[in-house]
């Protein structure tokens, strides 16, 4: 018996995992989880719907802009809301953005699982440069909380598109770096080809999502199968594995960091102007200006912020492709101004299931590597 | 099978020396302090009105938005035109930063732009009572944080309204 974990480096966070082992072969594990939990769902019972998108920042705080772009399209989605075309083109930039950052991470960490610790500290350069264009737009780095129901925070700042230009000049060649880096070492090799393999049935079957389900060589892809925001205006492939082995999810998301680089390039051509919020003054607050002219913009406004706005009773689910996968919110409203029923989907409490299969009969080093290919977020897992 | 083993090697290494000779991307922090963004949401503070009267009339919108309910306020009438021109104000107005999720809410539903969130981010403190920023505490973050924006634009935080268009 060994116990690994909830206080281990190379867990991401507060993962247990009790294991039994035949010398250094895994015989059988079983994870432990809950060490964060925090209670989201419950909580969110409790809070008008805007109040709880600040909650959504604390599932998956690596990518926090796409957990808060999948609670307010459910919320949209139940109020029958159609957002602007030039807010869904921001949306579609930041949460691009934001896989990248979170892919840095992962990829920074699980380098540094493997033993090649060079990488994270270049990774953790690129990825400051995203944090500033997140702390540019909403004035936080982590917990974002940026985008609204019916729009966005706020009109896009000055500085944002140089900012963001800068970065797509100069990401691509990093991404070369890292491969240079890694994709060819030859102890990079040993320590990723053929461990953990997971084949595509029964990566199905468990519920894998995103690049773990893609390194199995299934191509499905929530932003090309259910296109959410405008992702249907923009090209990009879907890259999938092979073998369904560690290699083969980090070449997967290696693609993803390039093809995520098109997609912003795209959408910032693309980007019309116009208005950023719904016209949909019962649900959207008015403007600062009107509340400092207008009284009966005043006291909407009082009306509207204390109270929250209602939500058609009735059931909805509502999916977003986060860095780690499926990222779903499944909605019971009663027709109040509070949730009835919150059940979040977390993509890495679901592939963490995946550990078991992946890990039988590997060796205990080899786990670690599993566990950074499963990219996992603790937050997310616990709740 | 070495050779190619090696170039993979000698490649990966003349990556790490080619870093090696490049500019320098850390900072030192506690001596070299990071400007954060106009935008940034950090420390609360009362933004000084115009004459040097208080802005906060006591309606209570921030505390009502605020998620986490951190925000304890009692109103009360005064009879000082100069300092309170709309009679109501805040006799007790408190916020528990603790329970603060630094989201915003409060500065973006403020009818009154008094209440606003600045750059300070270093927040360190040795009890737990010190984090509750009580009014006196506020209007003084705001007298040395805001002295530009004393009744203009909310230059210091740079952020117009952020619930309407
Ligand atoms: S800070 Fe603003 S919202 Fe809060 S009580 Fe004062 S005037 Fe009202
Ligand atoms: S920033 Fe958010 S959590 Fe903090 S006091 Fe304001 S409304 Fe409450």
């Not at chain 1, 892919?103 to 350069?125: P, S």
């Amino acid at each position: 018996m060994l116990n690994m974990g909830p206080q281990h480096p190379s867990t991401h966070g507060v993962l247990r995992v009790v294991l039994e082992m035949d010398g250094e072969i895994i015989v059988d594990l079983r994870p432990d989880v809950g060490y964060l939990h925090r209670g989201i769902e419950k909580i969110a019972e409790h809070r008008t719907y805007n109040q709880v998108l600040p909650l959504t920042d604390r599932l998956d705080y690596v990518s926090a802009a796409i957990n808060n772009l999948g609670w307010v399209e459910t919320v949209e989605k139940a109020l029958g809301l159609e957002v602007p075309e030039r807010a869904k083109t921001v949306r579609v930039i930041l949460c691009e953005l934001q896989r990248i950052a979170s892919h840095l991470i992962w990829l920074g960490t699980h380098a540094l699982d493997i033993g090649a610790m060079t990488v994270l500290l270049y990774c953790f350069r690129e990825r400051e440069r995203i944090m500033d264009i997140f702390e540019n737009y909403c004035g936080a780095r982590l917990t974002t909380s940026c985008f609204r129901v019916g729009g966005l925070m706020r009109e896009l700042p000055e500085e944002f598109e140089g900012l963001v230009r800068d970065f797509l000049a100069y990401f691509p060649a990093r991404i070369e770096e890292y491969d240079g880096l890694l994709s060819a070492n030859p102890i990079w090799l040993k320590r990723t080809k053929g461990v953990g393999v997971i084949g595509a049935r029964q990566a199905i079957d468990i519920g894998l999502s995103g690049p773990a389900l893609r390194g199995s060589g299934v191509a499905r892809d929530i932003r090309v199968d259910e296109p959410y925001a405008n992702y249907e205006r923009f090209k990009f492939i879907v890259p999938v594995g092979k073998k369904g082995d560690v290699y083969d999810r980090y070449q997967v998301r290696m693609e993803e960091f390039r093809q995520s680089i098109s997609i912003v390039r795209q959408a910032l051509d693309y980007l019309p102007n116009g208005p950023i919020m719904a016209d949909a003054p019962q649900i959207v607050p008015p403007s600062k200006e009107a509340v400092a002219e207008d009284m009966s913009a005043l006291i909407h406004q009082f009306k509207l912020l204390s109270k929250g706005y209602k939500v058609p009773a009735g059931e909805i689910y509502h999916a977003v492709e986060a860095p780690k996968g499926e990222l779903g919110f499944y909605l019971v409203s009663d027709g109040s101004e509070m949730p009835y029923r919150l059940k979040i989907r977390g993509p890495s409490f679901v592939n963490l299931q995946a550990l078991y299969q992946m890990s039988k009969g590997c060796l205990l080093a080899d786990m670690v590597a599993i566990i950074g290919s499963l990219d996992i977020c603790l937050g997310e897992v616990d709740r | 099978m070495i050779v190619r083993h090696i170039t993979a090697l000698l490649k990966g290494l003349s990556i790490t020396l080619k870093e090696f000779f490049s500019r320098k991307s850390t900072q030192q922090y506690p001596e070299e302090k990071r400007q954060p963004y106009a935008a940034y949401r950090g420390i609360h503070y009362f933004r000084p009105g115009e004459n040097g009267e208080e802005r906060c009339v006591a309606c209570g919108l921030c505390a009502a938005v605020c998620p986490n309910h951190c925000i304890f306020i009692e109103a009360a009438e005064s009879e000082d035109e100069l300092k309170h021109p709309e009679r109501q104000y805040a006799e007790i107005y408190s916020i528990m930063l603790e329970r603060c999720l630094f989201c915003g809410y409060c500065e973006e539903a403020c009818p009154k732009q008094a209440i606003a969130l600045s750059r300070r981010y270093d927040m360190a403190v040795n009890t737990r009572n010190q984090m509750i920023y009580t009014k006196d505490k506020l209007l003084a973050e705001g007298l040395e944080l805001d002295e530009e924006s004393v009744g203009g634009e909310i230059k210091k935080t740079g952020r117009r309204s952020l619930w309407g268009a």
